[in-house]
């Protein structure tokens, strides 16, 4: 049995992109059994939890839980960080391939299990986060000088290396994050290409009631779905701070549908309190739901510059949905090379109000069709298909 063990700390049960990741993943393997019996694979996904189980979801999928540290505020993730928590999972599957999908002490937590309990055992990354460049250059570029932000980001990519030293590659799903990997010196990367459900997201999915309502009476009114993270990384701030810029440029109370949660969300909450067509609907977990907001809203806010792939942006781009997107980043990938969209050009909420103000003035229904159009050539299938090659690439790499 070719068996693939996955550890990640950026899981969380109210995530966005990884949590999709994962899911889509699973489900993949779940499938997998059923397509090809004579397939021999076994996925087990270690999820961080509240207590420590095992969850046998099929031949080809289990989910083992382990207790994990939760992080205070509002978020929901738990941290695996102890070699008692990693080494009774290697011990019990001896996989052949082991992937970290977070960069903060558990791939080298997980190296050293690996070694103690199942040296045979060959490790991937996934680069799900761009943290030398997101989390530290930036901010600290931002807070105290793009020269302190050059050598902060340096020493973050060396700690990525010492993070992931000894592993046999890292996955990357944007050409940017793969050239910067390269660039940086870290392990064999690899690109794959993550996914996207353009059968369940889809303009189909547009619900009249729910347009209807959003309109509130005014079919002119400009309507905009923001499931993300409330933080400033995903633009949180330039989405409120341009609300008011918005209402005088239009003429009329643009409807803003925020989803999620996050330290930003008391903000949220008092901008919905205090203007009628902000609307917070907390997390929503059903997939149906999030497809029928993206699909009733005109056009999808991508302000994040530092995705490394942008799931919901290509979720958003499957429901027919033209994107101001980010000047860098994944963002910036899929809304260049689609032309389905308006590339932001400063990051303020004066340029926001701009850039939506002649996105909403365009040709939107050419841009909802190149949209659509871009989304439908990604697919998870292909995805975990080209992972699962490169997988037995790996392992088969001593003898080859």
Known sequence: MFTIVDFNNFWSPSGGGVRRYHLQKMAFYERLASRDPGAGVLSVFVMPDSKTFTEAKSESLVIEHVQAFKFPGNWEYRFIWKLSQVEPVLAKYKPDIIEVGS????PTVVRRAARRVS????LVGFWHADFPVTYVGRPVAKKLGVGLGTFARKEAFWYARKEFKGFDCIQASSKEA??????????????IPL???????????RDESLVAELKAGNPERLTMFFPHRHCN?????????????????LGHEPAIVFAGTGPSLPLVEEAASKHEHIRYIGFVNSIDEMARYYASVDLGLALSGWETFGLSILESMASGNAQIGASAGAAFEHVTESGAGIILKERTPEALADAIVELYHSDMAAMKQKARAYAEKFSWNDCFKRQLDLYRQICNKDQE
């Open 233 to 249: 990384e995903k633009g949180i701030d330039l989405v409120l701070g341009a609300y008011d810029i918005l209402t005088q440029k």
């Open 119 to 122: 040296p045979e055992s060959k």
């Open 103 to 106: 960069p903060y002490i558990l």
């Open 178 to 191: 793969m050239a910067r990997l390269r660039k940086n010196s870290l392990p064999d990367p690899r690109w």
């Open 195 to 205: 996914g996207c459900d353009i059968e369940m997201f889809s303009p189909t999915k």
